[in-house]
């Protein structure tokens, strides 16, 4: 999706309140305070500092919690673009925020209650997609509602079959990213970088997407080395298309790195997953390179920027904006890398992590509450 810009001028009205006026703009901001807010209490608690660690809880919520509510903001505004129709806002948005907000408060008390309330929140959002997208014969992007669905379905599963549930939503949410980073992560290279010569190759395209697929039916019928197969092969496909899109041409750039860097925790992801599966390594290293670093760098990667293009702001990284980026990233080193190499670092790094990932999100839901809580720029809606 390519956002065009437009000449910023005075808004009419720059004091209104603009939360609802696009998908994007809740969302992102309830994201970023969510998981400033949660990741360092379930740090607490699995230090023992606080009582009632519950490791269910903690990975439900930073899936169909935090990662729900980004997929659900960015979606809710590139199908608009996509289609050139309305999506949700208003009162219409502002009751399905209603609803992952109760799912949020839920999952304190009861996850199966949260869960169902999830599954709600996903069809709100299926529905707030496919309507445009019906309406506007847009067939390419149908399949969005679908993993929108899964993702609420994989919710519910997790309430009885917790391991199964939460690898098909870990894997619904690998595969949004790496289809959306195929879309956007060259052409924004590209553009921003005139001659970086950033590019997709069909058959590559066709090879990583599709390797992603087979692990989701691996781990679907739960056929651990067979997915294990499939992960190490994905990491190389993706190692060859991330190569593709000139990744170290971006180090000026930090709105630019900060996508291609955390596109190569997803092949760390992929590589970790597959020695886990082959009893290699633990579970928790692969798993916390897709949500720390894949997860946590892209979706702040991408709520920065299109939240900046979408409020006609010019597309470059800030103070604030490249802190927050160095921070989920060395949030990632400590919960991956350090545990790696050194075993026994385990619980300190850990939090160590937490912390420095709860300074990134701090730090962007201060710096981006204004941006997304009042009108854009140049007056336009949206």
Do not use: C
């Not at 400033?36 to 519950?54: K, T």
């Amino acid at each position: 999706m390519l956002i065009p810009l437009q000449p910023p001028a005075q808004s009419a009205d720059p004091s209104r309140f603009a939360l609802f006026d696009l998908g994007f703009r809740p969302f992102y901001l309830l994201a970023g305070a969510y998981a400033a807010l949660a990741l360092p209490l379930w740090a607490l608690q699995y230090a023992g500092w606080l009582p009632g660690a519950n490791i269910l809880w903690h990975a439900h919520e930073m899936i169909f919690g935090y990662a729900f509510a980004v997929i659900a903001g960015f979606l809710f505004t590139a199908v608009r673009a996509w289609t050139g129709r309305a999506t949700p806002t208003g009162t219409t948005l502002a009751a399905i925020v209603a609803l992952w907000l109760l799912a949020r408060v839920l999952a304190v008390v009861s996850l199966p209650l949260a869960a169902w309330t999830g599954a709600l929140f996903a069809i709100a959002v299926a529905w707030g997609i496919g309507r445009p997208l019906v309406a506007a014969g847009n067939l390419r992007n149908a399949f969005f509602v679908l993993l929108v669905l899964g993702l609420g379905a994989a919710g519910v599963i997790v309430q009885t079959y917790p391991q199964l549930g939460l690898a098909l939503g870990l894997d619904g949410v690998l595969f949004v990213m790496t289809v959306l980073a195929g879309r956007v992560v060259p052409a924004f290279t590209n553009n921003a970088l005139p001659g970086a010569g950033a590019r997709r190759n069909a058959w590559l395209e066709i090879g990583a997407l599709g390797s992603i697929l087979l692990l989701i039916a691996a781990d679907a019928l739960q056929r651990t080395e067979l997915a294990a197969g499939f992960a190490l092969l994905a990491a190389a496909l993706h190692a060859a298309r991330l190569a593709l899109w000139a990744p170290l041409k971006t180090w000026r750039r930090p709105i630019l790195w900060i996508l291609h860097l955390s596109y190569a925790w997803i092949v760390v992801h992929l590589a970790l997953r597959g020695l886990t599966g082959f009893g290699v390594l633990p579970y928790a290293l692969g798993a916390h390179a897709l949500t720390v670093g894949a997860i946590g760098g892209m979706t702040l990667g991408m709520m920065t920027r299109t939240a900046r293009g979408h409020t006609a702001r010019p597309l470059e990284a800030g103070r604030a904006e490249i802190a927050a980026y160095v921070l989920v990233q060395l949030a990632a080193v400590s919960r991956v890398l350090v545990p790696l190499a050194v075993p026994a670092a385990q619980l300190a790094s850990t939090l160590a992590a937490a912390l420095l990932w709860f300074g990134a999100f701090a730090v962007f839901t201060a710096a981006y509450y204004p941006i997304l809580a009042r009108p854009r720029l140049d007056g336009q809606p949206g």
